[in-house]
């Protein structure tokens, strides 16, 4: 991968010019950079192409999705492509202030809310920006908490990292994150689709309001767990741990203490929600799966309504 100096230059495929300022991070692909753009303050993400498994697909679909436009405000979309440097290349996008946080953080209780209603504004926010997704025709494909960012104190999110978002019906080879991957993805190797999306919708959401995975109970618990394990567990064999006609999946006390503690005090309706999301039906049948406007019309209700647990 080319390395970028602070201070140099390069274009967008249009010819503007973007110099480039201190390195913000850096990751398996390439690095992000903060930079000048058009008088403004932006990041730039920066590839080499050596690390994408196919890097022209890759370039096409980027440049697609800059001229088709973000589906909503929550989405931290690509604004422009650069120009190719070598096997290097990147995209500009805004930069994130600090105020956000990573879902992955809020899980392990790294962050907390703010309040409850916090909470709901984040959940009503992430369903509402899929939907706005699913609607411009767009499949997220590996949606998961690494691409969900929060501000904890009042709920607002940012969904990130969307370079492998693709039109539907044209999948980048993505298969998605383990543990948020539908079943149908861990045993098939499926495609990803709005389906698949609506299993990782419910997963996060799931995981939002107890801190636990909805399909990890006592299967989880094994002397340890391998792949087998793993593709039974998410793949082959999902039972959701409150499944109301099955109890082998139970959650595991000093273990799954958010599913113990949390879900008897969750609005009946939200529990029905999740239970009807993880149905044996859901979990073997994509087409039987809760939807995102189903998700907003619940959490809009929960807003309503004040909930506050």
Known sequence: MANLSEGQEIKTKESKTIVIGRKLGEGGQGAVYEVDYNGKKKALKWYSGKKITNPEKFYANLENNIKKGKPGESFIWPEAITEKLGDSFGYVMDLITSEYKDLSRIIIGREKFGSVGAMSNASLQIAAAIYALHNKG????DLSDGNILINPQNGNVLICD??????????SGIAGKARYMAPEIVTEGKDPDEQTDAFS???????LWTNNHPL???AAC????DAKAERRIYGESPVFVWDPSDNSNRPVQNIHMGSINKWPILPKYLQEAFIKAFSKEALHDPQKRLQ???WVK???RMIEEKFEG
């Open 216 to 218: 990890e109970g006592k």
């Open 138 to 141: 767009y499949v997220f494909q």
């Open 298 to 300: 619940i959490f809009n």
């Open 201 to 207: 919708l419910a997963v996060i959401l799931y995981f």
């Open 162 to 171: 969307n370079d492998n978002v693709s039109a539907y019906g044209k999948a």
């Open 292 to 294: 995102e406007r189903e």
């Open 222 to 225: 094994p002397p340890y767990m």
